[in-house]
C-alpha cells in the first residue's frame, strides 16, 4: 500500500471505552508509548489470598463477562454501563440490575468508596489514563489489586481476538473458575467459527467512526486495534492494516486509491442517531466515489463489543461478515 499519514489517538482500546464518555477516536489525547509503538507482554494476573468478594468493573463489558462466568454476584458496582446497550433479552435484564456506580468512565472517589478488593476493566485507561478515573496505584493504596485486559498484538497487526480470549482466561484464573473460562472462550470461539468467512477475495474495508471533514484526513481504524481482528475474521482486509496503531490517518487521495469495497461505521461515539451517522458518511464528496457507497454496503457495528474484548465479538464477525458477502 502507498505512503499514508498516521496520528496516534486514544480512545478505548480497545478501547472502545465507549459512549462511557463517548470519547471519540478523532480527539487526539496524552496516548502513551504502548499506543504509539505497540504492545507489551501481558502481566500475570493479580495474586490473591482468595477469590474476589467484593469487585468493582470500570465497565459494562467486563461486568458481562463476570456475568457469564458466573460471578457476577461479585459486582459491588460498575462504571461505564453504556456498554450494556448491545445485550438483549434476559442477560440485558440480568446486567441492567448492577448498581451503577458511575455512568461515566469510573471517578476514583466513587470506586474506592465501593471497597473493592479487585477493579476490573477492559481498557488500561481506565486506570489512571481518563481524567478522574482511579491509577493502579491509588487502588493499591486503598487495598485493591487491578486486572486488565492487556495489548496481546506487541505492535504487529491483529489478525483474531486473542486479546479477549486471553483477558477472559486471565478473569477466570483470578476467581478460580478455570473451567468455565475455558468454557466461555470455547462459546467465543465457536460463535466466530460460525460467522465469519474465509472463502473467495477478502473484502476491502474502511472502517469509522466519524464522516471525514471537509479538508481533513479521514480518520480510521489501524491495524493493531481488536477492530482488524474481527474485521479479518469476517472476511475482509483492513485498508489501513498497515498502520502501526490502532487510529489511523489516510489523505483523502489514499482513501480513492484503495478504494473500499465496504465500510463499517463505528456507532457510540456520534451524538445522532445512526441513521444520520449514515446519511453524513454516505454524503461524504471524500467517500461518495467508493465501490462501498456506490454499492451501498455499509454496515452499522458498537464500538463496544468491536474495539474492545466482549463476549459479543463473535457478533461483531457475524455482522461484517453478512454485509460484506451478501
Known amino acids: 500500500m502507498g505512503a499514508l499519514r498516521w496520528t496516534a489517538a486514544i480512545v478505548t482500546v480497545l478501547f472502545g471505552l465507549t459512549a462511557c464518555g463517548s470519547a471519540d477516536p478523532a480527539t487526539p489525547a496524552a496516548a502513551s508509548s504502548s499506543t ?70 469510573g471517578n476514583a472517589e ?50 483474531d481476538l486473542t486479546e479477549t480470549t486471553t483477558f477472559v482466561q486471565q478473569v477466570a484464573k483470578v476467581f478460580g473458575v478455570e473451567q468455565r473460562g475455558a468454557e466461555l472462550v470455547s462459546w467465543i470461539t ?3 467459527e460460525g460467522a465469519k468467512r474465509t472463502a473467495g477475495t477478502p473484502v476491502r474495508v474502511l472502517a469509522l467512526s466519524t464522516p471525514p471533514a471537509a479538508g481533513q484526513p479521514v480518520r480510521a481504524q489501524g491495524g493493531t486495534g481488536l477492530a482488524n481482528g474481527v474485521i479479518t475474521l469476517a472476511g475482509g482486509t483492513n485498508i489501513a492494516e498497515d498502520a502501526p496503531q490502532e487510529f489511523a490517518s489516510l489523505s483523502a487521495e489514499e482513501v480513492v486509491r484503495r478504494d473500499p469495497q465496504a465500510i463499517v461505521v463505528i456507532s457510540g461515539f456520534a451524538p445522532g442517531s445512526d441513521d444520520a451517522l449514515l446519511t453524513a458518511i454516505r454524503s461524504s464528496p471524500v467517500l ?33 461478515a453478512e454485509a460484506l458477502h451478501k
Open 36 to 105: 504509539e509503538t505497540g504492545g507489551h507482554p501481558c502481566p500475570e494476573p493479580p495474586r490473591l489470598s482468595s477469590p474476589p468478594q467484593r469487585v468493582v468493573t470500570m465497565d459494562g463489558a467486563a461486568a458481562a463477562i463476570l456475568e457469564r462466568l458466573g460471578v457476577g454476584d461479585k459486582i459491588v458496582g460498575t462504571a461505564a454501563p453504556d456498554f450494556f446497550k448491545a445485550f438483549t433479552g434476559d442477560e440485558a435484564a440480568k446486567l441492567a440490575k448492577i448498581k451503577v456506580i458511575d455512568p461515566g468512565q
Open 110 to 159: 466513587a470506586v474506592i468508596a465501593a471497597k473493592p478488593d479487585l477493579v476490573v476493566g477492559i481498557s488500561s485507561y481506565s486506570f489512571g489514563g481518563f481524567d478522574g478515573t482511579p491509577s493502579v496505584e491509588q487502588l493499591a493504596r486503598a487495598g485493591a489489586k487491578s486486572l486488565v485486559a492487556c495489548d496481546t498484538s506487541m505492535g504487529a497487526a491483529v489478525k
Open 190 to 192: 465457536a460463535s466466530v
Open 288 to 320: 461518495a466515489a467508493t465501490t462501498a457507497v456506490r454499492e451501498n454496503r455499509l454496515v452499522v457495528v458498537p464500538q463496544s463489543i468491536l474495539l474492545s474484548p466482549s463476549v459479543l465479538n463473535g457478533d461483531a464477525v457475524a455482522k461484517i
